[in-house]
């Protein structure tokens, strides 16, 4: 039988996904939306709203309404974080004429972004800012984005040395699970994982269509915090659900060193209005938490948010999130200190080194090395949210320049939420939804390296070096990553994290210094062994010859073996900027003394000549033509005839160092 109270009714799919769009609901908005456009079947659902009489067949869209569900569709998809399918409808709504849809194209290389195409997203960030948009806004952060990708794409190349796994077993379950906290061997984590809710409905009403009324389940997805029960890595593991706030959601704790006191941040996700704020709970002896209270006006700004509290281990000083007034952006990162009564004092932004106009989210003090890491959404990254590390002071509130940690610690979506399981932070656990198309999730992280050893020698002796000044820096950015002197065994060691390409420079006092180029990128070892350098030693003032440098007979031009042979020279001359030469030319007796005294001086000057061509700075050269004047072997033999062997040795090529205190050099 027909029910007749039903039969006035029918199921309009666009007038339910605009409500669930108003209400956040994303997820449903676009699951109705996919359905208004006939791509997924009907629903067996409750959800109804009146619609005067059914009309038969398909219900008939205007263009407007077409074009209105298309890019809500793909903005639900997006703000639901499912950048995959969203990038799909971004680019039907992109080219809609009318222009309250302009945001398609910034939003659609966005999604670009997010799904690794960096290459198109460039691309269609250039379009985008070319197209002279309106909104000021999106305009700055099309500009971020573009020097996002840039930097994704050199990180892709040569990404750092970062072993990640994504945890097993009941960790990631359904909803989002983040915020790791690990303390005292034990990991603590927050979860959206649904719940039972004994069948209760919750009634959503629309904005623009006041007739509009759905009853729905109320959200299963609640946010909770969660304790392990034995070892991360393992499938088999446990968790339990800490029962702390009835009513409230509550995530990211942290825990002052003993563990018997949290803090975390609360919310009743009722609305706009609902604000979240930092509470704070004790641990009894038998391992029960009391009843949380709100962590006071210092911490929590009434009217604004207070979120994901992080005590220093010291207990000294309590970082947290906020956007209340006083800050660079949106979210940014505070501290308060920690009085001996627990209360907290006046609190400080940490100021326009670590805050920008965006977000500064989720930070984790590493005190053995001083070192602050946290995730911002408004610095140059791999794109999303992406972690930081800075250095400085707590008691100065002074903060060096944060540093992206790179590829792929961070990823191209959002990566939140680190804690250390060792001292110096080369270890620990992380949130990312790199790998979901809606949800962080949890990873267990560490660093890896990459061996680069071997010896220095004495180019004559063959003995080991010691004393010699070992560098190793980044080819393309320059930065210095490590730095050694060589012991009585000449022995240098380096552990590298990253593959970048490298430039090592060994150099000793009247020693020639020498630099190798290295190339980890297609190492497939975790070990690269070079052989022993060898460097060579000299005086000032005192000539040394360049073997096999020949010229065109009778003439000064050099042959071709012979600038082979002046290239090493080229390279040691811009391994040593703080020297200059001399190059001396000399000749056998054949000819008159004039004569060769004025060709030894051309192909002098014709090997300086080479030099300049190849980058080398022309005032640190000179050349000197010495013609027959000082031989180093007889021309002739003791019996009057020629003597070819002693003729050959004279003719020769030579480079003495004349200075090597130079401080600077215009280049080569």
Known sequence: MVNPARSQYVVDYQRVADTYFQHKEYYAAAQ????????????????????GKAPSGKMQRKRSDYEKIIFRLAESLRLYKDYLNAEKWYAIAKGFSDKQYQSAAFWHPVCLRANQKFREALSGFGQYLASSPADDNLKKRANLEIADC????????????????????????????????????QLYFTSSRPIDVDGKKEYL???????VRIAKKESPYVNAIYQLSGEPSQATNEVKKLTLLKDMEQAAPTFNPAGNRMYFTAWQNKGEKDKHAIYTSQRDDKGEWSAPVIAGGMVNAAGFNSIQPCLTKDGRYLVFSSDRPGGFGKYDLWYAPVNGDGTFGHPLNMGAAVNTAEDEEAASWLSAVGKLVFSSNGRTGMGGFDFYETTGSFATNTWKSPVNKGNPFNSSKDDMYFTATDDAGNAGFISSDRESLCCLELFKIEQTSLAVSGQLTDCVTGKPLQGVTVRLTDSLDKTELGKMVTAQNGTYHFALTTRRPLLMVASKTKYFSKSIFIDPVHNATDTLVNPSICLDTYQVNKPVIVKDVYYEFDKSELTASSKTVLDKLVKTMADNPNIRVEIGA??????????????????????????????????????????ESMPIAPNTLDNGKDNPDGRSKNRRTEFKVTRDDILSAKGG
Not at 32 to 51: G, M, N, R, W
């Open 32 to 51: 109705y939306y996919q359905k208004a456009l006939d791509l997924i079947p009907s629903p067996t659902t409750e959800t109804a709203v009146p619609f």
């Open 150 to 185: 840039r930097f994704a794409i050199r990180e892709l190349d040569y990404p750092r040395l970062y072993r990640l796994t994504k945890l097993a077993g009941r960790l990631n379950s359904a909803g989002s699970n983040y915020a790791p906290v690990w303390i005292n061997n």
């Open 205 to 211: 009403s629309s904005d623009e269509d006041s007739k």
């Open 586 to 627: 000399h000749t056998d007796n054949k000819g008159t003394e004039a004569y060769n005294l004025e060709l030894s001086l051309r192909r002098a000057e014709s090997c300086v000549q080479y030099l300049v061509s190849q980058g080398i700075d022309a005032e640190r050269l000179t050349s000197r033509g010495y013609g």
